[in-house]
């Protein structure tokens, strides 16, 4: 009986029955041949062609099921790389999504008998972090790629800058507060004492307008024990204005020299510090990570806040205000601009820099003062020379 014609119902049922999926103990993984029925798998192992395959088989058989065992593995862990990734998962989830593929390597021809023998030889092999369950085995990949490890690297490390950014300011912050704390001279808190009669007898009047008149009035509308309290409140009061003033006349002429050197820092201080040709690093994340934490040299300044910017990486203009940017502290030896301060706008050269007090030690470089060195100067007081 011929072959049936391609268009006449029977070719075309045949085909229809080999779209899907057929059983696997009628497959032969040699010829890669898939059978519908025992009749067909029974005819297909008498052929010469399948006797021939045998007989390649036969001279090396480790060659082949080596081979078989490999392919299955990687494609295997492939799947389960880019359908799942790093997350933990049924092994039997991941095989069956494997085997709908009708080209794939079937499990009776490499050197695993069960689907669990295969996730125990991958933990063991540290492809994957296996676990038994009550529901089963549960595998996870781990992801040896030398990219994905060079991001994580980078992620931990920008992780930990941001860290130390972090702890630096709060250390300024702490820094500043105890400064302004040793500064501040302390308050005396008031005594209260309880007031007090011997005679029960005796009667306490207050008079609201002899307060209002003066305190001699009042003291005669008290008793004899308030007497007692307003005169030892008042010797307190001019113990304590004595202290004062003796503590005003022993000002020596150089205490009120450096108050008068404070007082004309403090008045030399503006609010705004951008200046052209200085280094600056942006420290907004608004405009993405191309530029967070990137330096940029200021190529214009406009309206005092608000600069225009050309990034030292790309090369791109930018427009940012004084806000998203900060100073840059360059290696001891290198020029320096001060921006702030009794000293604004002279070129310096940096000496040294106090990481516990936040401070730097600079060496004048222009001006009628050069040559001087200046300790004290607050890092956002001065930046890189571009």
Known sequence: MGKADFLSPKA???????KGL????????????????????????????????????????????SF??????SEFLELLRRRFGTKRVHNNIIYNEYISNREHVHMNSTQWE????????????????VDE?????????????????????????????DMDDEERSAKFIEEQVRRGRE???????????????????????????????????????????????????KRKESSHSSDSKDKKKKKSALDEIIEMEEQKKKSVRS??????????????????????????????VQDKYTAV????????????????????????GKRVLILNGQYKDTEAILEGINEHKFYATLILDSGRMKGKTVEGIAYEDFSKLA
């Not at 297909?44 to 021939?52: A, D, I, K, L, V």
């Not at 069960?114 to 972090?129: A, S």
């Not at 008793?223 to 307003?230: D, E, F, I, N």
């Open 68 to 73: 078989f065992s490999e392919e299955f593995k």
């Open 271 to 300: 609010d705004h510090w951008l200046r052209p040709n200085i280094v600056v690093k942006v420290i907004t994340k608004k405009l993405g990570e191309k530029y967070y934490k990137k330096k940029a040299a200021i190529r214009e």
């Open 22 to 65: 057929q059983k696997l103990r009628w497959y032969c993984q040699m010829c890669q041949k898939q059978c519908r029925d025992e009749n067909g798998f029974k005819c297909h192992c008498m052929s010469e062609s399948h006797q021939r395959q045998l007989l390649l088989a036969s001279e090396n058989p480790n060659q082949f099921m």
């Open 12 to 18: 075309i049922g045949n085909r229809i029955k080999a």
């Open 183 to 233: 500064g501040k001279e302390p308050e005396e808190e008031p005594v209260f004492t309880e007031l007090k009669r011997k005679n029960e007898e005796e009667k306490i009047a207050f008079n609201m307008d002899s307060a209002l008149a003066g305190p001699s009035k009042v003291s005669t509308a008290l008793g004899p024990s308030a007497l007692r309290v307003t005169a030892s409140t």
């Open 309 to 332: 910017v050309r990034m030292i990486n790309s090369g791109d203009k930018l427009k940012l205000d004084q806000s998203h940017v900060e100073t840059v502290i360059p290696a001891p």
């Open 114 to 129: 069960t689907l669990t023998d295969f996730t125990k030889w991958l933990g063991r092999e540290g492809f994957c972090i």
């Open 133 to 161: 369950t009550p529901k089963g085995w549960y595998i996870q990949y781990i992801d040896r790629d030398p990219e994905t490890i060079r991001r994580q690297e980078e992620q931990e490390k920008k992780k930990k800058q």
